[in-house]
């Protein structure tokens, strides 16, 4: 029973690293464009990165789940119960609110007139009206990483 333990603890950790780098990154990514056409790169390859918390976040919950059940802890412990309270916060932020406003902004971008023409004025007020959003989920994924890795209580 250690080895499944050990291998489902890897797999948890490893969906983690794939749901929480690309959230950090991809902001980057976008706020470095400096021309329409990079802008419209930065889009290309975060769309391709978006993947990775899909596919991690769906590993994610079964690992968590069956880790839950082998362990028999089930929800009786306070940091798991915040953690995953924190978790829906973050897939409603993400899912809800980031990704809506998101295409809205692919699409200004991918109106832009030339290749290397300056980014659009309308992107970078959109952006800065997301910059709290993508904020906000960035913290709540610090906060899941704390408790799962502390426990406090």
């Known amino acids: 029973m250690i080895g499944l333990l050990g291998l489902l603890l890897v ?21 470095s464009a400096k021309t329409a056409g990079q802008l ?10 978006a993947i990775l918390p899909k596919i991690g976040g769906a590993v994610l919950i079964i690992t968590g789940i069956w880790l839950m059940i082998i362990t028999k802890m089930g929800l009786s ?5 915040l953690s995953i309270l924190l978790t829906l916060l973050m897939v409603v932020t993400i899912g809800g609110l980031i990704e ?10 991918s109106e832009s ?24 989920a960035q913290l709540l994924m610090l906060a899941i990483t704390v408790l799962m890795v502390v426990k406090p209580f």
């Open 100 to 109: 809506p406003r998101m295409k809205k902004i692919m699409q200004i971008v």
């Open 77 to 81: 412990q306070m940091w798991l119960n």
């Open 40 to 49: 419209l790169f930065a889009f290309s390859i975060t769309t391709k990165l």
């Open 113 to 136: 007139q030339g290749q290397e023409d300056e980014v659009p004025a309308e992107f970078t007020r959109a952006m800065k009206k997301i910059a709290p959003l993508e904020s906000t």
């Open 11 to 31: 797999l948890h950790i490893l969906a983690t690293i794939a749901v929480i780098g690309p959230a950090f990154v991809v902001p980057v990514i976008r706020r």
